[in-house]
């Protein structure tokens, strides 16, 4: 895409900004396995992130989630007992939806579809069977043009673009490392991470196992049972709930040209994928941009995720991502961007990225076990190498 | 369910890759082209993102290539991929034009396995050259798929 528009052009660029706060928040254990079912899960997280807030659960009319979800709308409804409720929306594309079912929310609020909306994701990662095993539902578009090489996992996938990621701007395994290890001591202050009690040098990461070379076992995220939920109503209304309020101050999500989902070889410039088109709408709708933000949570499904979003969401040019990762950049406290304050995907769990949303709330209302000092906005991103969404959050 | 007898995941052929597999069956490396502007795209599909014309054919082109990216898999893998692992998968890109690439194996032989080449050895930006595999489905299905090869004769020659 040689000429992207300017998406600040737009007479309606910005309407969202602040109108909606996120008020609740709630996560269940993490676990290799957890007894609870996803729907039992996904109840708790929603009742509790209710109770968070004040609101109660009759009030909830708008439900936002992934298509991965497995927990129905009407399961919830019927579960948590929703009143009526009058907007409902899920968001394809796996870990990409994240910040989208967030964002999805606080657009049915502020455009009046809805009045308290909760966004969710349960899943038993940890406990459930890999998606990629499944060899029946591999093999469409984009599959058949991959699965038949032996290219079968999403850490393939990710890995190919990571191999021309090195070749192209001269990055190094020491690099992924120092993200890898960055999260995981991010971890290691949290005690709700899975990898809380787990300390990891640089040693351990280059001794570890191969997965898809250029990527090892740490260069994976974890397989977590989980649940999270959050609650989103007017900025109006926030002010009279009980948690101080964590604004939406923007939302995007990204599908670029020619773009395939997990397999972004086929476009003109694999290495600008979704993360690219998502920040340009984000920062035209924002007041502040990259070099404004204190904090941020990067999904990380796989390390070098990080590097790409880092330049794809403006933090650093194209290729410079590997450097900026040296010398303690990105790690609390002191790190010029600290990312992913509690553990992140790599190292707190994995629950197709909804954790990070819940850490930057945290880190907006001061109570990040990982806090930065006086940080006052937070960039959450969702899934990079897939369409994807981004929140801007700001205290 | 497209699995080879023996476990290794096969193309589903469908209305978008017809022509394609065709071409693979016939040993001639086939890219889809609009109809209307020229424009060569893959993965193949319906309508030309360029200029919106749903004409559409199949053009053989050389089957030379180069190295764009590879990986190397290590389990857990399926069971037939675990057998043979660690293996590279290559992305390739074409030489009329960079921007169309394709997921592959790369061998040293024609007929060789996917794990015969050793990966240390293989560099981005290297010549590649289509040869094609035969295949056949747990249905009797008969396919051919596109390997590459470290020194290539000429495309369905």
Redesign the interface.
């Given at each position: 895409m040689s000429n992207p528009k300017d998406p600040g052009a737009s007479s309606r660029a910005g309407l969202l900004r602040d109108a909606t706060a996120i008020v609740g928040i709630a996560a269940t254990p993490f676990a290799k396995h957890l007894e609870p079912t996803e729907a039992e899960l996904a109840c708790q997280a929603i009742v509790d992130a209710c109770a968070d807030a004040g609101v109660h659960p009759s009030e909830i009319d708008a439900l936002c989630s992934y298509t991965m979800e497995e927990t129905e709308e009407i399961e919830i409804a019927r579960n948590v007992g929703c009143g009526e409720v009058t907007f409902f929306s899920r968001i394809g594309y796996g870990g990409g939806a994240g910040c989208g079912t967030v964002g999805h929310a606080a657009m049915a609020v502020a455009t009046g579809q809805a009045e308290v909306a909760v966004a969710w994701r349960s899943r038993k990662r940890g406990s459930g069977p890999?998606p990629w095993?499944n060899?029946?539902s591999?093999?469409?578009?984009?599959g058949?043009?991959?699965?038949?090489?032996?290219?079968?996992?999403p850490v393939?996938e990710i890995?190919?673009?990571t191999?021309?990621y090195m070749?192209e701007y001269g990055a190094t395994r020491d690099h992924l490392a120092n993200i890898a290890i960055a999260v995981r001591k991010h971890a290691n202050r949290n005690p709700a991470a899975i990898m809380h009690d787990r300390p990891m040098s640089r040693e351990d990461y280059m001794d570890a196992?191969?997965?898809?070379?250029?990527?090892c076992l740490f260069d994976n995220c974890l397989e977590t049972d989980g649940a999270l939920a959050c609650v989103v109503v007017s900025a109006e209304r926030a002010r009279d709930l009980r948690q101080p309020p964590v604004y939406i101050h923007a939302f995007a999500q990204g599908l670029p040209?020619?773009h395939?989902t997990m397999?972004n070889?086929?476009?003109?410039d694999?290495l600008t994928g979704p993360a690219w088109a998502c920040a340009r709408r984000l920062w035209a709708n924002a007041d502040f941009g990259p070099q404004d933000v204190d904090v941020a949570q990067i999904y990380d499904a796989f390390t070098p995720l990080i590097l790409l979003s880092l330049e794809g969401y403006g933090f650093v040019e194209r290729g410079e991502a590997p450097s900026f990762s040296d010398g303690g950049n990105l790690e609390w406290p002191g790190g010029a961007l600290p990312v992913n304050t509690s553990g992140g995907g790599l190292s707190e769990a994995y629950i197709h990225g909804f954790n990070l949303i819940a850490e930057g709330v945290r880190q907006m209302r001061g109570t990040s076990t990982s806090q930065v000092d006086g940080a006052e906005t937070c960039l959450v991103t969702s899934g990079e190498g897939v369409p994807t969404s981004a929140l801007l959050l700001r205290r | 369910?497209?699995?080879s007898a023996d476990g290794?995941?096969?193309?589903?052929?469908?209305e978008?890759?017809e022509g394609f597999w065709e071409g693979t069956l016939a040993g001639e490396l086939r890219m889809q082209a609009c109809g209307s502007c020229g424009a060569m795209r893959?993965?193949p599909?319906p309508m030309c993102?360029r200029c919106q014309s749903t004409e559409r054919l199949w053009q053989r082109v050389s089957g030379q290539a180069t190295l764009?990216?590879?990986?190397?898999?290590?389990p857990?893998?399926?069971p037939a991929?675990a057998a043979i692992a660690?293996?590279p998968?290559v992305?390739v890109s074409l030489v009329e034009d960079p921007?169309l690439?394709?997921?592959?194996?790369v061998l040293d032989t024609p007929d060789g396995p996917?794990n015969q080449v050793d990966?240390a050895t293989l560099r981005?930006g290297e010549p590649l050259g289509v040869v094609f595999a035969p295949?056949v489905g747990q249905d009797g299905t008969e396919i051919a798929?596109p390997r590459w090869l470290r020194s290539s004769p000429v495309n369905g020659s």
């Open positions: 890999r095993t060899t029946s591999q093999l469409r578009v984009p058949q043009w991959t699965r038949p090489f032996g290219l079968l996992r393939d890995a190919m673009l191999r021309r070749h196992r191969w997965v898809s070379e250029p990527l040209p020619e395939q397999v070889y086929f476009c003109d694999p | 369910m497209a699995l290794w995941m096969l193309p589903v052929v469908d978008d890759g893959f993965p599909r993102p764009w990216s590879f990986v190397v898999a290590h857990p893998l399926l991929y660690p293996y998968v992305v921007r690439r394709l997921v592959g194996n996917i990966p981005i295949m798929v």
